[in-house]
């Protein structure tokens, strides 16, 4: 069964950070999501900026960098809409005309993992995402 992750409607990111080989995306209600591997953020007029872009010159006067890009771009955005594909485990969260996408580029590795409260939601290897449950039941994601 794919975990329902209409909880995440309402939500806006409050910051995100690189540090060392993760990514961490920190919402306002202190949800994290996790990940080593790709993301992109899509905006109507195409891609904006993804994991890949980090750190490079681009012709720029400094490095980009991706994290203040997608604060810049989602600022004052919540969630409206988030999809989880039940064959690939990317998880894409719609705020307005701005995508974020959360890659699963593996068949055997994780791709990436949200903690939220007493939940953790994980994209194992190949897709398929686990709902672990510390203390709660899934009905009590709220």
């Known amino acids: 069964m794919i975990p329902d992750m209409k909880w995440m409607i309402g939500r806006s990111i409050a910051e995100v950070e690189k540090m060392d080989y993760t990514w961490f995306f920190r919402f306002d209600d202190g949800t994290v999501i996790a990940t080593e591997n790709c993301w992109r953020l899509v905006v109507a007029t195409g891609i904006a900026v993804t994991s890949e872009d980090h750190g490079h010159q681009f012709g720029l006067a400094t490095p980009l ?45 994780e791709a990436w993992r949200i903690t939220h409260g007493d939940l ?6 190949g897709g398929r995402v686990e709902q672990i449950s510390r203390g709660k039941t899934s009905e009590q994601v709220n």
């Open 65 to 109: 960098d991706a994290a203040n890009v997608v604060k810049t771009k989602t600022n004052g955005k919540t969630i409206n809409h988030a999809e989880l594909d039940k064959n690939t485990g990317d998880l894409t969260l719609s705020m307005e005309s701005t995508f974020l996408t959360f890659l699963c580029l593996s068949s055997g590795y």
């Open 120 to 125: 953790e939601f994980v994209c194992m290897g």
